[in-house]
């Protein structure tokens, strides 16, 4: 959340370089991993501001 407060974001999930031929494994040996990687974290400074997510009110959700 803080990244939030700094105008960061992040995204976590799949990355389609992670299915290239022995991407996983070279990754593994530069970054000394003891396992391959599943998935790949990416931080930073939009190019474009991002506008929030949508959320829902709470009694949406927990209705009385």
Request: glycine share 8%.
């Amino acid at each position: 959340m803080a990244g939030s407060d700094r105008a960061q974001s992040r995204r976590v999930g799949p990355h389609p370089a992670l299915h290239l031929c022995g991407f996983r494994e070279l990754l593994a040996e530069r970054l000394d991993l003891p396992g391959l990687p599943q998935v790949i974290f990416r931080y930073g400074h939009p190019v474009d501001p991002v506008p929030p997510s949508p959320r829902r009110l709470l009694a949406d959700l927990l209705p009385d």
